[in-house]
C-alpha cells in the first residue's frame, strides 16, 4: 500500500493544504451535511482514502467499517490524481467527510480544521512510536493517529553490484561511483525519482543537519548541506542517474524492470520488489554526506484525522479510537497484509510475524537506527523552498550559498507567520 501510489506526490497534497490556509479559515462544515442519520444504526459516517496502489486495501478499509456497529460508515475511495483536490474542495462545503486520512500539517490544526484527539490516543500513548507521536503535536495536543509508517530506503540488485565488485555504498561519494560503474548502454545506475524531491530531506539528514531545530529555527543551513547539493550536482549531472522513468520512485517498476541497478523508494513495495526479484536484492539506508553525517531513513506515512467542523465529530472520533486504537488485528492486517508497513504502535510492530525476519526485519531495523519523521511544522511553502532549492543547485548548478540564502528567506517568513 504505497503511501504515494498515484499520480501525485505527498508534497501536491500540501500544497492543496496550504491554498486553502491562504484562502483564510476553512469554511465550517457543521450544518446539513446533505447524508441524514443512517436507518440501522445511528450516526452515518463518511471517510476518505486515496486509492492505493496494492490489491486488497480498498476491500480491507470498508470490511473494517463494515464492522463497526455503532454507525454506518461509508468510505470514499478517491481514485487517479484528485485526491488532495477533492478532499479540501469538500472540507469547504456542507459535503464533506467526518473523518480523512492525510498527513501532520500544522495549517489544518492553526485554522481548526482538524479535531484535538488526545483524549483518544492518550490511556495508550505510550505504546505508539513517541516520534508519530511528536510529530502529530501542537502545543502539547495531539491532532491525528497515525496508522502505517512507511520509511524509505535503497534496494539494489546485489548480482549486479557483485558483478561489478562494489560493496553498498555507505557514503554519498561511494554512491555516485557505484552509479557510475553500475551504468551500462541499458541500465543506469542510480534512481532517485524523476523529479528528486524525495531525496531532499534525506540528504539534509545525511549531511548531520535538519529542517527545523527544536525551537523552530533553521537547521539546514549548513556547511554539510552545502557540500551535499554540490555532490548532487555532480551526481546529476555524470549520466548514471534514470532521470526518465515511466512511474516515480513510489513505483517498484524501474528496478523490477530492469531500468536501474539501485531505486530509491519505499518499504510498501518490498513485497513486489521479492516477487520479481527473490533473493537478488538487498537494501540500504541513504548514505552519509559528510564526515560528520550519518545514514538516514525517511519515515513516510499516512494518519487519520477527524473534521473538527463536521456534524458527527464525537461520533468519528469514536469511530477512530475503535478502528486505529482498539482493534490490534485490523491494525496488524493494514500494516503487513498490502505491502509493508511498519505499524506505529510498538506492542504490534513487535508481534508483527511478517517483519520479524528476512529483508522486512532488515528494513525495521534501518527504520529504527536511521529514521526520521515529518516536523508538523515544516510547511508547503518551506518545502517548496527546498525543492527550488534543488532546482537551483543541483539541476541548474547555481551557487549553493546563494540558493540557500533564497530559500532562508521564504522560510524565516513562514516561520514568522507561524510561531512570531
Not at 464492522?67 to 475511495?77: I, M
Not at 560528520?292 to 477527524?306: D, E, I, L, M, T
Not at 506505529?344 to 522486512?360: C, E, V, Y
Request: net charge negative.
Amino acid at each position: 500500500m504505497s503511501a504515494l501510489s498515484s499520480n501525485w506526490d505527498r508534497r501536491s497534497i500540501f500544497r492543496a493544504a496550504a491554498g486553502l490556509a491562504a484562502a483564510g479559515t476553512l469554511a465550517a462544515c457543521g450544518g446539513n451535511n446533505g447524508r441524514g442519520d443512517s436507518s440501522g444504526s445511528g450516526k452515518s459516517l463518511v471517510q476518505y482514502f486515496h486509492a492505493y496502489g496494492e490489491a486488497g486495501t480498498a476491500q480491507a478499509v470498508k470490511r473494517y467499517a463494515k464492522a463497526y456497529t455503532k454507525a454506518d460508515v461509508t468510505t470514499q475511495w478517491i481514485t487517479g490524481s484528485n485526491f488532495e483536490s477533492k478532499l479540501f474542495a469538500s472540507l469547504l462545503t456542507d459535503q464533506a467527510p467526518d473523518l480523512f486520512e492525510f498527513h501532520p500539517q500544522i495549517q489544518l490544526v492553526k485554522s481548526g480544521q482538524v479535531a484535538d484527539l488526545t483524549d483518544v490516543i492518550d490511556p495508550v500513548k505510550d505504546d505508539f512510536n513517541q516520534a508519530d507521536i511528536k510529530s502529530h503535536t501542537v502545543d502539547g495536543k495531539i491532532y491525528g493517529v497515525r496508522m502505517i509508517d512507511d520509511p524509505q530506503f535503497f534496494f539494489y540488485r546485489k548480482s549486479l553490484l557483485e558483478k561489478a565488485g562494489i560493496q553498498p555504498p555507505t557514503t554519498l561519494d561511494e554512491l555516485t561511483e557505484a552509479a557510475a560503474k553500475l551504468t551500462t548502454s541499458k541500465v543506469k545506475g542510480l534512481f532517485l525519482g524523476n523529479d528528486l524531491h524525495a531525496v531532499i530531506n534525506p540528504l539534509i539528514w545525511s549531511a548531520g543537519a535538519d529542517t527545523l531545530d527544536d525551537k523552530n529555527r533553521i537547521a539546514y543551513h549548513t556547511d554539510g548541506v552545502v557540500e551535499g547539493l554540490k555532490k548532487m550536482r555532480k551526481l546529476f549531472t555524470s549520466g548514471d542517474l534514470l532521470l526518465d522513468a515511466p512511474a516515480d520512485f513510489w513505483d517498484p517498476s524501474a528496478l523490477n524492470q530492469g531500468l536501474c541497478a539501485i531505486q530509491f523508494c519505499g518499504m510498501w513495495a518490498m513485497p513486489q520488489f521479492q516477487q520479481t526479484l527473490g533473493d537478488d536484492l538487498g537494501i540500504m539506508p541513504f548514505p552519509k554526506v559528510t564526515d560528520a553525517g550519518r545514514p538516514s531513513v525517511y519515515n513516510g506515512g499516512w494518519s487519520v484525522f477527524v473534521n473538527a467542523k463536521g456534524r458527527n465529530v464525537e461520533a468519528a472520533k469514536e469511530y477512530v479510537k475503535w478502528l486505529w486504537i482498539d482493534q490490534k488485528k485490523y491494525q496488524e492486517d493494514w500494516a503487513t497484509s498490502y505491502g509493508f508497513h511498519i505499524p506505529p504502535r510498538t506492542s504490534i510492530a513487535q508481534s508483527a510475524t511478517k517483519l520479524k525476519s528476512g529483508l522486512p526485519a532488515e528494513g525495521v531495523k534501518l527504520f529504527d537506527e536511521y529514521g526520521h519523521f515529518d516536523n508538523i511544522g515544516w510547511t508547503q511553502a518551506m518545502i517548496t523552498a527546498t525543492e527550488d532549492l534543488f532546482a537551483d543547485c543541483v539541476r541548474k548548478g547555481g551557487d549553493p550559498q546563494a540558493a540557500l540564502d533564497k530559500c532562508d528567506r521564504t522560510v524565516n517568513a513562514e516561520l514568522k507567520k507561524l510561531f512570531g
